[in-house]
């Protein structure tokens, strides 16, 4: 499976200087920290809050909430815990291959970079982490909008139409929130802007100018 979609440019640029960033498998890393909170919270549910991230406790020394807040469970379902983090590994397992070691690394750190940076700069805790899924799904479903994935292990839906889903609750929750909010769903979704933003516009003006043709033909 390969995508026809490029990577930026300033992308090759950073990953000559910051190749030491590269992070190799990303996706066990995730899924290992998922696992492990999911079985400390059904454990004992006091375990949300140990592992959330609340800018003011970090502030008192407990720094470990900087990287345990990923360890938030997906979902405290059983069944629906094993679709979701089989999807999260293969989602990011995906990209990985078709990206690299780097960009896959630099993908996911720029949205939990700025994700920690505005919780801190609005005091927002940070109680769960679907939102970072959903990033992932994004581009996964722009580099390979044609591919087909078995929703619930039976539904055949292809990704273009799951990522174009995604955007519109995505479009609607930035309608909805208060600025704080949006601010926070932003920084989240940074990457995808950062990676896909550009050339979504220029296939956007591209479709924009073929239609234009065609009127002026048609005349």
């Given at each position: ?45 006091i375990w949300l809050d140990r ?73 927002l805790p940070v109680l769960e982490v679907t939102d970072l ?87």
């Amino acid at each position: 499976m390969a995508s026809n979609l490029e990577s930026p440019k300033w992308l090759g640029f950073l990953e000559r200087y910051l190749r030491w960033l590269a992070i190799p498998n990303l996706a066990i890393i995730l899924v290992t920290l998922q696992v492990l909170g999911f079985l400390l919270v059904t454990t004992d549910p006091i375990w949300l809050d140990r592992l959330a991230l609340y800018p003011g406790q970090v502030l008192q020394g407990e720094y470990w909430r900087l990287i345990t807040f990923l360890s938030l469970p997906l979902t405290l379902n059983p069944f629906w815990v094993i679709f979701g983090l089989w999807f999260l590994y293969f989602i990011l397992d995906t990209i990985e291959r078709e990206w690299g070691a780097f960009k896959t690394t630099f993908y996911v750190l720029v949205s939990i970079v700025l994700t920690i940076a505005v919780s801190f700069a609005l005091d927002l805790p940070v109680l769960e982490v679907t939102d970072l899924q959903s990033t992932l799904f994004l581009a996964a479903a722009a580099l390979f909008p044609e591919f087909e994935v078995r929703l619930f292990f039976i539904i055949p839906v292809k990704m273009r139409w799951l990522g174009w889903l995604t955007l519109t609750f995505l479009f609607v929750r930035l309608f909805q929130s208060s600025w704080d909010g949006r601010f926070y769903l932003l920084a989240i979704y940074s990457n995808y802007c950062l990676f896909f933003g550009p050339v979504l516009v220029n296939r956007i003006r591209q479709w924009i100018r073929r239609e234009n043709f065609k009127k002026q033909l048609r005349r």
